[in-house]
């Protein structure tokens, strides 16, 4: 299911409506799909060159919205779903904890799952369920989302096609690499 969906997405970025293919793809994969939009983003910019900060932009902006939709999931299905089934087995204080201790890092969480390869959908789902500050998450994901697709389309707007194995398979390890020492340096700044 997975490979048809892939290919499904590869077959896109030929169409002559891939910017609107792209766009629904960074959306919904923000919320609920499980292929990313560098997997349309990639050839497109590789094709148009010319385009690849148009193209990065579009993404940044329909991953945002999309997020925006799994924090209203998130919001919404914890009220009506999460919420009795907590309450039923006693743990409903365990999780304002849990919400508690996330919102106090949510924008880190938002940040690093908006770069690296981890699925931003479940951190905008768990966001809205925690009912992390709105502005805060907005800007985090503002901020994660247009690193991550601006990155790979400099890249590819730079060195074009002999980049492109490079960002499908390690770009998503350099980010996460990236984030690891960031906030090592942050932890040795703090405890050392």
Known sequence: MIRRLYNWTMSLAESPHALWALALVAFIESSVFPIPPDILMIPLIVARPREAFKIAGI???????GGMLGYWIGFGAFETVGKPVLEFYGKDAYFDDFAAKYNDYGAWAVLIAGVTPFPYKVITIL???????????????ITARAIRFFVVAALLWKFGDPIRDFIERRLGLVFTLLILLFLGGFYAVKYL
């Open 59 to 65: 993404a940044t902006v329909a991953s945002v919205l």
């Open 127 to 141: 966001s809205g369920v925690t009912h992390l500050s709105l502005p805060v998450f907005i800007v985090s994901s």
